[in-house]
């Protein structure tokens, strides 16, 4: 929906707004100064209007609003700095081993690879020496030592898997952490009073107050015959049609009038008289 106004309204703070306003709407009837809600007014006109108006609804708690912005931001500076630093410089007692992780890595992933490649190699070689008559002596020695490979396949797959296992959850707890850090002023109490403080001043001072003012004024009313014009705080609803009158209504319309110039022949008796 195209806003005509700007919000002095954070980005972030806008769904909330709107959020707050929807509730209203959603609960007018619990009202009695909001009970003639749908009467002449719907919700969705009344939700346009205070959209429409938003700059003069907020500013009725702006002063709420700010104090909630500011506390907010104070507490979301220091972990995010705490957050920066950690990651720029680790920590002294908790040294970086790429060597050790890399091995490691590697060795996980090739393992299982090598050692299914080599069982497969060994078992078929030694089915098909088996399938020979006589089979060879060493066929039984390519078997054993395929299914050796084959039980160093599972194993190595089951080592992999805890390993991913237990980074997943190191990771994990890593990542708590630091959206707790990031995060964790949002949801302090000091944040939540001052949040909960700006929507009850928001909703008493601002949309309520609008949608009685809206719904107390009778030139609201879209289908009035009367255009509507803006009276207050109450934002323009609707379109004017521009004022046409017919050339015949009306008494004190001139015609333009015409007179014929006014022609006399001139005096002529040909060539034996002349003009005196």
């Given at each position: ?84 630093a950690s990651v720029l410089a680790p920590a002294a007692e908790e040294p970086v081993d790429t060597t050790g992780a890399g091995l490691a890595a590697v060795v996980a992933v090739l393992a299982p690879v090598l050692a299914a490649t080599a069982a497969a190699i060994f078992l078929l070689v030694g089915y098909i020496l088996k399938a020979l008559s006589p089979p060879p002596a060493f066929a039984d020695t390519m078997l054993t030592a395929g299914w050796f490979f084959g039980a160093l396949t599972a194993a190595a797959i089951l080592v992999a898997a805890i390993g ?113």
């Amino acid at each position: 929906m195209h806003m005509n106004s700007a919000s002095h309204l954070l980005i972030e703070d806008r769904p909330e707004f709107e959020r707050l306003l929807d509730d209203a709407l959603r609960t007018a009837h619990d009202r009695p100064e909001l009970a003639d809600v749908g009467r002449r007014l719907n919700t969705e006109q009344l939700r346009t209007m205070v959209l429409n108006a938003d700059v003069l609804v907020t500013a009725a708690a702006t002063t709420e609003y700010e104090h909630f912005v500011k506390v907010r931001e104070e507490l979301r500076a220091p972990a995010a700095a705490s957050a920066r630093a950690s990651v720029l410089a680790p920590a002294a007692e908790e040294p970086v081993d790429t060597t050790g992780a890399g091995l490691a890595a590697v060795v996980a992933v090739l393992a299982p690879v090598l050692a299914a490649t080599a069982a497969a190699i060994f078992l078929l070689v030694g089915y098909i020496l088996k399938a020979l008559s006589p089979p060879p002596a060493f066929a039984d020695t390519m078997l054993t030592a395929g299914w050796f490979f084959g039980a160093l396949t599972a194993a190595a797959i089951l080592v992999a898997a805890i390993g991913l296992l237990l980074a997943a959850l190191r990771n994990g707890s890593t990542e708590v952490h630091a959206v707790q850090a990031e995060g964790g002023g949002e949801l302090s109490d000091e944040v939540a009073r001052a949040r909960d403080a700006w929507r009850h001043a928001l909703l008493e001072r601002g949309i309520v107050p609008f949608l009685c003012d809206a719904l107390a004024d009778p030139s609201t009313d879209p289908a009035a015959p009367v255009p509507y014009r803006s009276a207050g705080r109450i934002p323009h609803l609707g379109y004017s049609r521009p004022d046409y009158a017919s050339p015949d209504d009306g008494d004190d319309l001139q015609r333009p009038s015409f007179t014929s110039p006014d022609f006399t022949s001139p005096d002529f008796g040909g060539p034996d008289h002349q003009p005196d």
